[in-house]
């Protein structure tokens, strides 16, 4: 994205549809992805036993994805929009790096594993996925493109984690579940 359309997209989302409501509403997208995927992992490890192989799945994904947001945001080192910009920033942060957003990253990442085994959920969590997205934007935390870049990462990562996993433990790919 052309960086004059990349602040143009923050600005509009961030300042032009701003409103008492999503003030209020988009602050939790911050603490959603936590809350989500605590209780997505915790609900397969202890769902089934079955379930067992793809929680562990979900937290080897969670511990690769920290390991490569952590490389890539070091060797962009992306400041933030608030950091240069007049944007509105509704939540602290701590990780002054900016590309690509982690909130995003992990929550595509992991939605793209469960969708492998589950699509219906799978549907319900890259919507809310795309929600902490645009949440990340709204807060001024992130530009369109740290998201739209975490949002491919997740998604490009998790395939191959897929594909890897298919591999070395291909009976999780074969249960009945």
Same mark, same amino acid.
């Given at each position: 994205?052309?960086?004059?359309?990349?602040?143009?997209?923050?600005?509009?989302?961030?300042?032009?549809?701003?409103?008492?409501?999503?003030?209020?509403?988009?602050?939790?997208?911050?603490?959603?992805?936590?809350?989500?995927?605590?209780?997505?992992?915790?609900?397969?490890?202890?769902?089934?036993?079955? *379930?067992?192989?793809?929680? =562990? !799945?979900?937290?080897?994904?969670?511990?690769?994805?920290?390991?490569?947001? %952590? &490389? +890539?945001?070091?060797?962009?080192?992306?400041?933030?929009?608030?950091?240069?910009?007049?944007?509105?920033?509704?939540?602290?942060?701590?990780?002054?790096?900016?590309?690509?957003?982690?909130? *995003?990253?992990?929550s595509? =990442? !992991?939605?793209t594993?469960?969708?492998?085994?589950?699509?219906?959920?799978? %549907? &319900? +969590?890259?919507?809310?996925?795309?929600?902490?997205?645009?949440?990340?934007?709204?807060?001024?935390?992130?530009?369109?493109?740290?998201?739209?870049?975490?949002?491919?990462?997740?998604?490009?990562?998790?395939?191959?984690? =897929?594909?890897?996993s298919?591999i070395?433990?291909?009976?999780?790919?074969?249960?009945?579940?």
């Amino acid at each position: 994205m052309v960086p004059n359309l990349d602040v143009a997209i923050l600005f509009f989302i961030n300042k032009t549809l701003a409103n008492s409501i999503l003030d209020f509403i988009m602050p939790f997208t911050h603490l959603l992805p936590y809350l989500i995927w605590s209780l997505v992992i915790a609900f397969f490890f202890f769902w089934k036993k079955r *379930t067992h192989d793809i929680a =562990l !799945l979900m937290m080897i994904a969670v511990v690769v994805n920290l390991m490569f947001v %952590t &490389v +890539l945001k070091d060797s962009i080192a992306r400041e933030r929009p608030y950091q240069v910009l007049d944007v509105r920033q509704l939540v602290p942060e701590e990780d002054n790096r900016s590309f690509p957003s982690n909130h *995003t990253q992990l929550s595509f =990442l !992991l939605s793209t594993v469960v969708f492998r085994f589950y699509r219906r959920l799978g %549907t &319900v +969590l890259f919507l809310l996925s795309s929600l902490i997205g645009l949440g990340r934007i709204y807060l001024g935390v992130h530009y369109p493109t740290d998201v739209i870049g975490g949002a491919v990462i997740g998604i490009l990562l998790a395939l191959l984690i =897929l594909k890897i996993s298919r591999i070395y433990r291909p009976k999780i790919f074969h249960k009945k579940i």
